[in-house]
């Protein structure tokens, strides 16, 4: 299982983005076979595409659920340190105000992109003033760095680690998050994505604003940080209205939904182990938050 690599800090939940342009070669799960089955699964009619879900989801925490994980674990820490005779407290963590929204198929809100553009709106959430960093002494204890008998191992992030998770590694589960990564790779680029693409273009065009494709305008030099310009909101909006004529969002959704259903039975132990893993840190958390 994939472990939090901070243990400060709470990490930010990173969405998906495609990093290569050719499609990935065919493995023993999927191959063109099942690439051509997956098209046939693609209803006709896109107006019953419903929803940005995926097979895959179940078996992965979303980022709201994955701040809950690490707010408890924090809380967990904070515990071990007072048990061992140390305060401190961890900033403050509010899933639902903090977590990165997904956005795999790029920005769908019509109402995010008419206040944010392409911005995610948990980086204008009030995070409050920043915090001096822990003192040694308890940067030791959370690590297990600190001397002593008492010490538990892998210090008080290891205890919590294993409260939450038999494995000792609670977070994001690998296998299905590799697959999810591997359904996207598998779709971004084929013919009914990059045709949907293509129309999306041109309904761009029509107002003047000329991008190849939905990813080229979310990495437009010219929305860069701080707040979105006049600009930069009349893009985003345009974009979201664009999607929805086109259908692009449902072509792909449809896409990788019908790819994963091919790719999840050649895995099912493993995701039914997951999901098991997924569903014992959130009920641990839930119940630490009360």
């Known amino acids: 299982m994939a472990t939090f690599s901070r243990v400060i800090t709470f990490a930010a939940v990173l969405a998906i983005v495609a990093g290569c342009s050719a499609a990935p070669a065919a493995t023993s799960d999927f191959g063109a076979g099942d690439l051509a089955v997956a098209l046939g699964k693609v209803p006709r009619d896109l107006s019953t595409v419903h929803g940005l879900d995926l097979p895959l989801d ?3 925490l979303t980022p709201v659920e994955e701040l809950e994980v690490i707010k408890a674990r924090n809380t967990l820490m904070e515990r071990c340190l007072a048990a061992h005779g140390l305060s ?12 990165a ?24 959430a009030p995070h409050g ?34 409260a ?31 045709a949907a693409a293509a129309a999306w273009s041109r309904c761009m065009a029509e107002t003047g604003f000329r991008y190849a494709d939905p990813q080229a305008a979310i990495e437009d030099p010219a929305f860069g940080a701080g707040r979105a310009s006049a600009h930069e ?44 893993h997924k569903d014992r840190q959130l009920a641990v958390a839930r119940g630490i938050a009360g």
Not at 108 to 115: G, L
Not at 165 to 194: C, H, M, N, W
């Open 58 to 60: 179940r078996s992965q």
């Open 233 to 276: 909101i009349a893009v985003a909006v345009r974009d979201v209205r664009c999607k929805e004529r086109t259908g692009w969002v449902r072509t792909w959704v449809a896409l990788e939904r019908a790819v994963q259903e091919g790719l999840v039975p050649h895995h099912a132990a493993d995701l039914a182990r997951e999901q098991r």
């Open 88 to 99: 401190f407290t961890f900033p403050p963590v509010d899933p639902v105000r903090d977590a």
């Open 129 to 162: 003033a920043d915090r001096p960093p822990p003192p040694p002494d308890v940067v030791a204890m959370i690590t297990g760095t600190r001397e002593g008998r008492d010490v538990p191992p892998g210090g008080c992030a290891g205890e919590a680690d294993r």
């Open 101 to 124: 929204k997904p956005r795999r198929h790029g920005l769908v809100d019509a109402a995010e992109a008419a206040a944010y553009g392409y911005r995610d709106p948990a980086v204008f």
């Open 164 to 194: 939450l998770a038999p494995d000792g590694k609670p977070g994001q589960e690998p296998v299905g998050f590799a697959l999810s990564q591997r359904s996207y790779e598998i779709t971004r680029t084929i013919p009914p994505v990059t």
